[in-house]
């Protein structure tokens, strides 16, 4: 049996034709950009669009006026693309090439305590702002994990005449701007306690938290198979048990995706952070009393300080912390992978 | 017997539900209604802290544009957040005009042009550009970004200075709301993308294959099926990204020379959005101005507000068409 031929697929040679024209283009607007007062990367892909557009379109002239457009409008999406995507490559790029220089081993073991920014990048590190971190992004889990899973559980169990309601306050919460949620913190929680702490930090991360671990657990919830409820009641199972036992248990994984979602989400949050934990130059263990460090308003604050060494510092930062929310996003994609092939 | 006999009523239910049951009802619906309180004590706090803002200003803390004083006796104290609200709005209506463009096509891309096994890298690239934290955007903003964009600002106005919105008062380039809206722009068109790339994943097959059937072209498809299908997703793709702009602070606050002025020419430095207004007078505020910025935080939260509920409705809108 042969297989089945595709006939509107592209041939080799014009697969080759497509791949010359583009080095064609883009080789000839960088002779332009050369011979002309422009200059720089981003002065070729401003000539070079219209003119691979150009060339796609006059090949395809003679193809009738649906075959020009679809040329035109090939080149112009693709290149759209390639604009779009430039510009998130170079973020990471950038953070990895210059987050290089002030890491060495005691960046990790080392707090800013009796280091000046400005001082050597040996000295120094970001002890006190991982810790800060891993501290108010656990309490912040432990508030709006279960809160958020509630809400996904209300939504797909049990059902009630507020569902819609719930629905739509998780969306606006969604939307709260993350400096609003820390002047709220600030209003209630340290304006009482007369201090900022962790726990204030905590609370203004939970609150931008719980919706995203909403609205992803009721997505996995919904998964569940309307079978396996129904051959729980038959065995004379009440509700709440069904929930316990049979429910949360088949979509583990999801619910714990979810969560490591909402603290990636949460994780990189500066605005916040900057009016109820503030920062600290020390180790803070304590949640509950005085400032404490976190890695985003460390990059912040050392950003601030305008200094060559501090700015290196704050670049090392932002690669720690951009790893690890890549590194929670992985693991995210890992686990409801796992649970899946289950 | 006969079937005539026998008795058609509906025999009454009787049942209650135990007790756990009951108990875990109350839960639950307690646990989905704590993000309602959440809500509403943001609110209540904002308007109770900043309650007095509102009195002693009255409507000129929306229109008023002076941001002066810290309200100790005898000295005039008057605060408007005019330029800051303005400011918001040209940033984000900036963001949106860059990102949304190159963000539909995108993922246009995506979704009809990728090869299957690129694709779900791309998706991959995506979900993680969307997860880049904010002052990670602000600070290759301000050393990779900026130099280069003001450079593009000084050459579009020195080609197109006749046309209004590039027009600039004097020579000065940096920090310019144009600067922050690019900024703003590489940070909501991963979720722009996102949503519409989602949106059009759901365009019905056969609707394509007729498409073809019809001897049309890929971008046929796309211009008679895939779009008019699309467009109500991704008019709120666009505003959940213009809700995301809008409330954008550390970002902003370092890319952007903050002024408080209300600057309309993108091209010229100095802007700001509400946020960032916040965040940098928030640390050297008097109690008084502190309630005054209480109360610039409620109408950002509001304003937000309003935009985020017209998102969800127009993405529920096209939803329910689907369905």
New interface residues.
């Given amino acids: 049996m042969t297989t089945p031929q595709k006939p ?1 697929r592209k041939s080799g040679t014009s697969r080759a034709l497509d791949f010359l024209f583009t080095i064609l283009g883009v080789g000839v607007s960088g002779l332009i950009v050369l011979s002309t007062p422009m200059a ?1 990367p ?1 002065a070729v892909g401003l000539i070079s669009i219209p003119l691979v557009s150009l060339l796609n379109l006059l090949r395809s002239f003679r193809q009738g006026s ?2 020009r ?2 040329a035109v ?2 080149s ?3 290149s ?2 390639l ?3 430039t ?2 490559l ?3 790029g ?2 990895v090439s ?1 987050g290089r220089h002030a890491i060495y081993t005691g960046f990790f073991t080392r707090d800013m305590r009796v280091t000046a920014p400005k001082a050597a990048l040996e000295l120094g590190g970001i002890k006190h702002a991982i810790i800060g971190t891993l501290i108010m992004v656990l309490i912040a889990s432990l508030i709006s994990v ?2 958020g899973i ?2 996904g ?3 797909t ?2 059902r ?1 005449r ?1 569902t819609g ?2 629905r ?14 820390g ?2 913190v600030y ?2 929680i340290v304006i009482f306690f007369k201090s900022y702490s962790g726990i204030a930090g905590a609370v203004a991360l939970a ?1 931008l938290m ?2 995203t671990v ?1 609205r992803t657990s009721e997505e996995v919830l919904k998964l569940v198979s309307e079978d396996l409820r129904f051959a729980g009641y038959a065995l004379g199972s ?4 069904n ?1 316990f036992k049979i429910v949360l248990p088949t979509v583990r994984s999801g619910l714990v995706t979810s969560a490591v979602l909402g603290i ?2 949460v ?5 916040p952070l ?2 109820t934990a503030q920062y600290f130059v020390a180790t803070n263990k304590n949640p509950l009393q005085g400032p404490i460090a976190s890695l ?1 308003v460390y ?2 604050s050392m ?1 601030q300080t305008g200094n060559h060494n501090a700015v290196d510092r ?2 090392s930062a ?1 690669l720690v ?2 790893g690890l ?2 590194v929670l ?1 992985a693991s995210a ?1 890992l686990i409801s992978s796992l649970g899946r092939r289950k | 017997m006969t079937v005539s006999e026998t008795n058609t009523d509906r025999r009454e239910l009787k049942f209650r539900k135990p007790g756990i049951d009951r108990f875990f009802h109350f839960v639950v619906t307690a646990g989905a209604l704590a993000s309602l309180l959440v809500l509403g004590l943001i609110a209540a706090f904002l308007v109770f802290r900043g309650f007095q803002i509102f009195k002693d200003m009255g409507f000129s803390f929306i229109t008023g544009s002076t941001w002066e004083g810290s309200g100790n006796p005898g000295e005039p104290t008057t605060y408007g957040i005019a330029p800051m609200l303005v400011g918001s709005i040209v940033l984000s209506l900036v963001a949106v005009a860059i990102a949304v463009p190159l963000s539909v096509a995108a993922a246009l891309f995506i979704e009809f042009y990728a090869d299957q096994r690129i694709k779900k890298f791309l998706i991959s690239i995506l979900d993680l550009a969307a997860a880049i934290p904010s002052v990670i955007f602000g600070l290759w903003g301000f050393f990779l970004l900026a130099p280069r964009a003001s450079h593009w600002a000084m050459s579009l106005n020195h080609y197109f200075g006749w046309f209004p919105l590039f027009h600039v008062p004097g020579p000065f380039f940096d920090g310019s709301p144009f600067i922050g809206g690019m900024v703003l722009a590489v940070m909501i068109s991963p979720i722009v993308t996102s949503v519409s790339r989602e949106v059009f994943s759901q365009t019905p097959p056969d609707q394509i294959s007729a498409a073809h059937a019809l001897g049309g072209r890929k971008w046929s498809a796309i211009r008679y099926v895939a779009l008019p299908f699309g467009r109500s997703g991704v008019v709120g793709g666009a505003m959940l990204g213009l809700g995301r702009a809008l409330g954008e602070t550390v970002a902003i606050y370092l890319v952007v020379n903050i002024v408080f002025k209300t600057n309309i020419n993108i091209l010229f430095s100095g802007g700001g959005n509400i946020a960032s207004m916040i965040a940098l007078k928030f640390g050297e505020a008097s109690p008084y101005e502190v309630k005054g910025l209480m109360a610039a935080g409620f109408v950002l939260f509001i304003f937000t507000l309003l935009v985020n509920m017209a998102a969800t409705y127009i993405v529920n809108l096209s939803k329910r068409n689907k369905a």
Wanted: net charge positive; hydrophobic share 60%.
């Fill in positions: 509107w720089g981003e649906s075959a457009a679809n409008a090939t112009v999406i693709s759209a693309f604009v779009l995507i510009p998130w170079s973020v990471i950038t953070v210059r279960p809160l509630l809400s559980v209300y939504v169990e049990i009630g507020l309601l719930v739509f306050i998780t969306q606006a919460m969604s939307g709260v701007p993350s400096i609003v949620a002047l709220f209003a209630t609150i719980i919706p909403a009440t509700q709440s048990r929930v990636a989400r994780a990189g949050e500066t605005a900057l009016m985003p990059i912040f950003f704050a670049w932002a912390l951009l929310v890549f996003f994609r």
